[in-house]
């Protein structure tokens, strides 16, 4: 039973990689992946209740949809400010096309918005925003597939900014100040690399969007200070999330949601007065309807299909193996981290918080930070391994392929020299 829902995982992985060439959409593979694990499992195997088994499915559910309705609140929420043009509030700052400044400018804003929300949240803001920067879409693929990067690695030094990292500061294994304090350096190298080497390697300009006059449920008709206080109400809406989870021990997207829900009573008192199809355009009616539900889908079946593989032992299997026959402790770290960008990182440290306890690693043990930076940075590698990286493949279409070629060996690189400088600098601020 384990190895066919192996065989079938990895045939949907396949399936999703190989979207392009076969004609076949990720999010009707991931779907279907994720409903024949399942299935698979409840009707083949020997020793489990199928009530059991309904139970497992029912609780990972919950996650799941935990995670899509804050996808779907944030997704909606940028949207809204997108349609109110709010965006011109950054563009219009930066005033740079040269490749090189730009990127420059974009992944350490990325970077540091995502310690602030998450890495999620903080992908989808930007792929906005480079939509409104770069008119050239292979252009903006390649910044998208940075914004990753940098996403990524600005999450995992932030109790906030990854969910891994969340899960170990919430469960004990690391404090709040001192995550920050040793893995700000390593993150932004992480960073760095890719982006040094890019300097040298980058050359041109990139073409801004033209201004085109876009009428009905396109772009609202607002003027300045309708913009203006969308803009800020939105943007505050989304840093308002990891506050409200702080002060309510609420899921993330209770706080995304009532973020939404203001934003939706703000709006329609704002254009009460207007006719129905400018209220219509510049209202959460309206804009939710051009919401990417493929991708909605497809995070819904990826992330069924590894709670599939975590019900069965799988992944708790094999954080096990690598304990047995690698022994460094070191290396069994940068090896969950790189296996994130295959399975979900979620899991994979979810399994090694049961396999190591606080009295074998106390809290602020190096074991557990470079965990949180290796589970945050690894997934980077390729377009699937992160909840940012699954957003922005949604949103611009990217190629799993075309992103493994020009983004996943930078990533790497930034992943190892990270973890390398962790390694250096962690002497100078072990807790003893």
């Known amino acids: 039973m384990i190895e066919l829902i192996i065989a079938v995982f990895i045939i949907g992985y396949l399936a999703i ?28 195997s020997p020793h489990s209740d199928p009530h059991e088994v309904i139970g497992q499915l029912e609780h990972f559910i ?71 920067l770069i008119d050239d879409k292979h252009d903006r693929m390649f910044f998208a597939g940075m914004v990753v990067v940098a996403a990524n690695a600005g999450g995992a030094w932030s109790p906030i900014g990854d969910v891994t990292t969340t899960m170990l500061w919430i469960g004990g294994q690391i404090s709040a100040g001192n995550i920050v304090a040793t893995l700000i350096i390593p993150s932004i190298v992480c960073l760095l690399a890719p982006l040094l080497i890019l300097s040298f390697t980058l050359k041109g300009e990139v073409t801004r969007p033209k201004e085109v006059v876009k009428t009905g449920h396109h772009i609202a008709k607002v003027n300045n200070t309708e913009r203006n206080i969308v803009f800020y109400v939105g943007i505050g809406g989304l840093l308002f999330v990891p506050f409200f989870k702080t002060v ?17 009573v703000l709006t329609e008192l704002m254009h009460k007065s207007k ?58 770290v940068l090896s969950i981290g790189l296996l994130s960008s295959i399975v979900d990182n979620v899991p994979l440290v979810a399994a090694a918080m049961k396999m190591y306890s606080l009295e074998q690693f106390p809290q ?15 997934g980077s590698c390729l377009i699937i391994g992160s909840a940012a990286g699954v957003a922005v493949m949604g949103m611009e279409k990217i190629d799993f392929f075309w992103y493994l070629k020009k983004i996943g060996l930078l990533a790497l690189v930034g992943y190892l020299a990270g973890a390398g400088v962790y390694l250096l600098t962690y002497p100078f601020f072990a807790v003893h």
């Open 62 to 132: 919950s996650e799941v949809a935990s995670i899509l309705f804050f996808l779907l609140g944030a997704m909606t929420i940028v949207e809204l400010i997108d349609a109110h043009e709010g965006f011109k509030v950054i563009t219009d700052k930066i005033t740079t096309t040269s490749k090189v400044k730009l990127l420059w400018i974009i992944s350490f804003v990325a970077f540091f918005l995502s310690a602030a929300l998450d890495n999620l949240t903080t992908s989808i803001v930007m792929v906005s925003l480079l939509r409104k």
């Open 364 to 378: 602020d043990n190096m074991f557990w930070e470079f965990l949180a930076y290796a589970a945050g940075t690894g």
């Open 275 to 332: 006719n129905d199809e400018d209220k219509e355009a510049a209202t959460v009616v309206g804009v939710i309807r051009r919401i990417d539900t493929p991708s909605i889908l497809f995070f819904l079946g990826i992330l069924v299909a590894i709670g599939s593989l975590q019900a069965t032992g799988v992944l708790t299997n094999l954080a096990q193996t690598l304990d047995e026959t690698i022994g460094n402790q070191n290396i069994i």
């Open 17 to 44: 990689a190989l979207e392009h060439p076969i004609h076949i959409n990720k999010a009707a593979s991931a779907l279907l992946t994720g409903v024949l694990c399942w299935t698979i499992y409840i009707l083949m």
């Open 248 to 264: 309510t021990h609420l899921p993330p997207f209770m706080g995304m949601l009532f973020s939404l829900g203001v934003l939706w």
